[in-house]
């Protein structure tokens, strides 16, 4: 009987027990109660014991993933010390040791209990866990705990429990399955090739559930930024390759570092980081890269360089034209390549036109093909309802479709090294800069040429009509009040197109792109090496001295450059939505009274093509009555945008929030400007917004004498 219950205890069936370790019913009517509750007591110890083995050893066979492999190791280094706890018994009951042995020879199954008491919580414990590894895992689709997140999570979770021997069984595992993922996180730090249980795929991107939840945040960013900025530097086979002595300074950092001890691997990971960016920046991306660049995208996204950026809006305008009148065309569509040439064309003649920069600056038109359109514009009690559908967020391309009439973005390609300093981010943050400015410029533009087509038309009324302006009493009157109100349309217009034009170049393009290029001159002067071919120190983890500690390194370089964009796109203001919206129904009235003006030719119509009056009782031509209601609607709408945007405007600078962006349209406020430290980069985007929002009141001066409000009179009704 006592060796059928060792056999029990090592794993093996037996006939005296159910599959459930239940007695059999043929031996319960010699035993005691108590005696048969601890049979089954030992019996399920047993069951338990043998069921972890062999779920083992299935997993050990069936699953490719190192982590369930190296679980499924230190669970069988675990029962082996409980197989050597059945040995001990055995030999003691060979031995007739007095702990278990009693007179003559008896052994107390109570004593075989009191033996293995210990073991049934944390075999329970195991076999819970082995059952999970089994359902979540198959040889064909391997489940969610073959990847190192989710299994490192759930022993971690359960390690935190008040019995220490379940508590000490469970980190001991996940202890196994984190070197296991630290192997793989130098590997794939080092930029390895990568396999189908590694960390990244081929694009270098950190797969899904590689990353267990005691990592931080800022590791897990630190961890791919390493990886990625690497990564390309090894796969562009660049002549710069990360030294050997700098990745055995990461081996031998990490070496005795658990990411359970978050805060040590926190500061590994940081240091880890830093040697990176340092070799990056004194290496591979040099000083002419970043100013080039930098340079490159203000002149032509942010419009700094004025000459090409009018004559690109021109040669639009020329290209939508061309497409509507030129009817021998097979189509009238306009693709990418139509603006591509566009691009190229507006640049002969410019200082543009030898620049290598213009060859990377690509077109490209999200919703494909546009057929140029005579504009339709809604009414303008639709554009007054503008601020009842207020979005929530402030979406940065709203004004995209302004240039062309559909969505154009303008590209710009970075090749390596230089796509470790712009990524998409960024990129996307500058085709939005771009759609707005240029959306401005096109809209001034317009207005001016309005203001030219108005006074070119009214020299050659005054030859034939000399002071006044022709017909009736009553007639010539009204038309005096038309033109009045039109000429002061058209100057409201073009002094809020010049004042926020001149606020976005002046205020805040021009003054942020300044700054920031000195604090780059400033950084670069220091970090800059007389010789950038020479090879890296022997170890890159030495003390820096005090010149190199005061170097913008990468890191530094890439946290400024997101804090130039941030506080571009809050001056801009492009982070608010009620102004965004209040803008966009502004250049709308703008552009719809130019068109208005384009195909009348004259505020005024002509003498002859409005016909005799009708009869006595008509004292004012219909014609002059139609385009005095719609100047007159104009003229309402405008005002009532101004004094939205006022109203905006001075919210925005009492304390209330400034805006949100949306953050499925533009990544300039997610986690990539966010996570940047406090201490390197002071908050400073709260104030500089309120600074750049109060510099466009004062250039507005919203108050009782100012023009815009003067201007807007009481209209007097016409004459029947």
């Known amino acids: 009987m006592i060796s059928e219950i060792i056999l029990v205890l090592g794993g093996h069936e037996s006939s005296l027990f159910l599959k459930d370790s239940q007695l059999d019913p043929a031996f319960l009517s010699d035993l005691h109660p108590g005696e048969r509750e601890c049979l089954e007591f030992l019996a399920t110890v047993g069951r338990l014991y043998r069921t972890i083995r062999l779920e083992c050893r299935i997993l050990l066979s069936s699953s490719s993933s190192p982590y369930i492999c190296a679980a499924c190791a230190t ?35 109570a004593s075989l209990r009191a033996k293995f008491a210990e073991w049934r919580a944390p075999l329970t414990s195991l076999t819970d866990l ?87 945040e800022i590791s897990r960013d630190s961890i791919e930024y390493v990886g990625r900025a690497v990564g390309a530097v090894k796969t562009a086979k660049s002549k710069h390759q990360p030294p050997r002595t700098m990745m055995l300074d990461h081996t031998i950092l990490l070496e005795n570092i658990l990411p359970d001890d978050q805060h040590t691997f926190d500061t590994a990971i940081a240091e880890i980081r830093s040697q990176v960016s340092n070799y990056l920046w004194l290496t591979v991306l040099t000083r002419k890269d970043v100013m080039d660049a930098v340079d490159s995208l203000a002149s032509y996204f942010l419009l700094m360089n004025g000459e090409f950026s009018l004559s690109f809006i021109r040669e639009i305008e020329r290209l939508k034209l061309s497409r509507l009148m030129d009817t021998e065309r097979t189509s009238s569509v306009i693709r990418e390549q139509d603006i591509a040439r566009a691009l190229l064309r507006a640049s002969l003649g410019t200082t543009a036109q030898h620049d290598p920069a213009l060859s990377k600056l690509k077109v490209s038109l999200p919703s494909g093909p546009h057929r140029p359109l ?43 090294p230089l796509d470790l300093f712009l990524d998409k981010v960024a990129l996307d943050t500058y085709a939005a800069l771009f759609g707005y400015l240029s959306g401005i410029r096109r809209i ?19 030859v034939w009509t000399g002071l006044s302006d022709g017909g009736t009493d009553e007639d010539s009157e009204a038309r005096k009040q038309l033109l009045r109100c039109g000429w002061g349309l058209v100057r409201d217009m073009s002094w809020f197109m010049d004042t926020l034009l001149g ?81 966009k129904g502004i250049f709308d009235v703008c552009e719809q009274f130019s068109g208005q003006i384009e195909r009348w030719g004259d505020i005024l119509p002509a003498l002859l093509s409005e016909g005799t009056l009708q009869d006595d009782t008509q004292k004012v031509g219909a014609l002059v009555k139609e385009r005095w209601r719609i100047v007159e609607e104009m003229n ?7 004094d ?10 009492s304390g209330q929030p400034f805006g949100s962006i949306d953050a499925s349209r533009s990544m300039a406020f997610n986690s990539h400007y966010a996570n940047k430290s406090e201490a390197t980069f002071p908050s400073k985007g709260g104030t500089e917004a309120r600074r750049h929002i ?18 807007r009179t009481s209209v007097q009704a016409l004459p029947p």
């Open 75 to 109: 669970l069988v280094h675990i029962l082996r010390e409980y197989e050597a706890v059945v040995v001990t018994t055995e030999a003691q009951i060979l031995n007739r040791d007095v702990e278990l042995v009693s007179t003559g020879a008896l052994v107390p199954f």
């Open 130 to 216: 082995v059952e999970d590894l089994k359902v979540q895992n198959t040889y064909q689709n391997e489940g969610p705990y073959c990847r190192p997140a989710p299994l490192l999570d759930l022993l971690m979770a359960r390690s935190a429990t008040g019995v220490e021997r379940i508590a000490d069984m469970m980190i001991r595992i996940s202890v196994s399955v984190q070197r296991v993922w630290k192997s793989q996180l130098i590997s794939y730090l080092h930029c390895h090739a990568p396999s189908r249980t590694s960390f990244a795929s081929n694009t270098f991107a950190l797969r899904e559930g590689t990353i267990p939840a005691c990592i931080s």
């Open 374 to 416: 005579l504009p339709r514009y809604p009414s303008m009690s639709m554009s007054t309802s503008l601020s009842l559908n207020m979005p929530k967020a402030a979406d940065p391309f709203l004004f995209t479709s302004q240039l062309l009439g559909t969505p154009l973005l303008l590209s710009y390609t970075t090749t390596f």
């Open 444 to 462: 001034h533009t317009r207005i001016h040429g309005c203001w030219a087509s108005l006074s070119n038309a009214q020299r050659q009324r005054r």
């Open 503 to 583: 606020y976005n170049m002046i205020d805040v393009v021009a003054t942020e792109f300044n700054q920031f290029k000195d604090t780059l001159q400033q950084g670069l002067g220091i970090a800059d090496l007389s010789d950038r071919g020479a090879s890296l120190p022997t170890s890159v983890s030495r003390a820096p001295t005090a010149s190199q500690a005061s170097a913008l390194d990468f890191t530094t370089l890439r946290g400024l450059h997101s804090e130039y964009l941030e506080r571009l796109l809050s001056g801009c203001l492009l982070t608010n939505a009620p102004l965004m919206v209040t803008l």
């Open 636 to 642: 309402n709408v405008l005002h009532t945008h101004f």
């Open 644 to 653: 939205e945007f006022c109203d905006h405007l001075s919210a925005s600078t």
């Open 694 to 711: 109060e510099r466009l009141l004062l250039r507005l001066d919203f108050n009782t004498s100012h023009p815009l409000h003067r201007s």
